[in-house]
């Protein structure tokens, strides 16, 4: 059943219905390769792995350093989480997404309750990087930002809601560093200036299909928009998935995805809001390993006609030479009637019937051999 659905999803992708003119998006500023921290993505690189905890940790410094260990038990490249800092972010007018605590009366009292100190943010970085991990935190405020680069993040995440958010972008991109755009609450035109802004900054950019919807319906998930996006922006491209299933994440591989960005969770039984949204360690292994097989496969492009010659053996024991169909004795005029085609293909070709037909047997030939050359009488 899993092979079907996985298969079903390796459909081709619709044509594009709008394609930006080149000269519009600055088409000598772009790239369709960088690196994070000598990384490389896009182009013919495997596809980078995100295991976005987010606020699955719920609060919990212990749980959060829990996560960085599965994290890099399932195989992905980075680990990411959310930097939110209340009072800079919110108020007590933000109603819940979802309405799921028991304990905090409202949405800011939550993210004061999910807040960590530079310190304990320094020691997560430390630890993800230790884990052969790199360490990500998407900013939900200009402090969150600063933060950040105190602890020298080497990619910037930009979230669907802050696409619009005045003066984050420009804050993100001040040091120039890759930046990973989520899309899923944007409209073109603010794709568009989110674009336009980073490149203008000097920054290489990789932008996310995303729909904020948690969690997304397969009919939903819009692998189609990951073509749309690379025609229009000409860089890497790749999904922020939050269906809960592995098999957008693998249709997306398939697809040539640069980036993939998947919800991790610890258990299906875990509380919080994302859970539904997420893998389990398993199934996010399950995804790593498809990445890895895929960038194996890709890595080592194959030729017939080499293969053909590797296989030559195989070749012969699995082809057929002709045969008579039954005991023939020496002295017999052979027919067409008298011959047809069994394994192994280490006697006369089927296609040299010609030259056999009409030839007389010098010795006898049972069914259950092979007729040679060295059967038949050599023409004068």
């Known amino acids: 059943m899993e092979d079907a659905v996985c298969a079903g999803f390796l459909l081709n992708a619709r044509h594009l219905d709008e394609v930006l003119d ?29 295991a976005e905890v987010a606020q699955a940790h719920d ?4 749980t959060a350093h829990m996560f960085i260990d599965a994290a890099a038990d399932a195989g992905a ?12 972010e919110s108020t007590r ?9 028991q304990q905090d009366e409202t949405r800011i009292d939550y993210w004061r309750r999910m807040e960590f100190d530079a310190e304990q943010w320094a020691g997560l970085a430390d630890h993800a990087r230790a884990s052969g991990l790199h360490f990500m935190s998407s900013a939900f405020s200009l402090e ?3 933060l950040l680069r105190r602890l020298d993040v080497p990619v910037w995440k930009i979230a669907s809601g802050e696409v619009r958010t005045r003066g984050m972008v420009a804050a993100i991109c001040a040091d120039a560093k890759p930046v990973l755009l989520s899309t899923g609450m944007s409209p073109w035109d603010d794709i568009d200036a989110a674009v336009d802004e980073i490149r203008h900054a000097g920054s290489p950019v990789a932008i996310l299909q995303c729909v904020s919807r948690y969690p997304t319906p397969l009919a939903d998930v819009g692998l189609n928009i990951m073509k749309d ?13 939050h269906s809960g299933q592995p098999w957008p994440a693998l249709a997306a591989i398939a697809r040539g995805a640069a980036v993939v960005e998947l919800h991790l969770t610890l258990s299906e039984r875990m509380f919080g809001p ?20 895929v960038a194996t496969m890709d890595a080592h492009p194959a030729d017939k006609d080499a293969v053909a010659e590797d296989l030559a053996d195989m070749r012969a024991m699995f082809g057929r ?23 192994p293909a280490t006697g006369i070709p089927e296609n040299d019937i010609d030259a056999v037909v009409g030839r007389t047997l010098v010795r006898d030939v049972p069914s259950d051999r092979l007729i040679s050359w060295a059967d038949l009488h050599v023409d004068s």
Do not use: W
């Open 22 to 50: 080149d000269e519009a998006m600055h088409a000598d500023d772009r790239e369709n390769s960088f690196e994070i921290s000598g990384r490389a993505i896009g182009g013919d690189a495997a596809t980078y792995l995100i």
């Open 59 to 62: 609060g919990s410094l212990g």
């Open 77 to 88: 490249d980075a680990v990411k989480f959310q930097t939110h800092i209340a009072d800079a």
């Open 93 to 101: 007018d933000e109603p819940f997404r979802v309405a799921f605590s």
């Open 144 to 146: 969150a930002v600063a």
């Open 229 to 241: 996006l690379s025609a229009r922006y000409d860089c890497p491209v790749g999904l922020s998935d």
């Open 274 to 293: 994302d859970v539904p949204s997420s893998l389990t360690v398993d199934q996010f292994r399950m995804v790593s390993d498809m990445r890895d097989a």
């Open 321 to 343: 030479s002709l045969a008579p169909k039954r005991d023939l004795i020496a002295g017999t005029l052979v027919t067409e009637d008298m011959l047809l085609a069994k394994k």
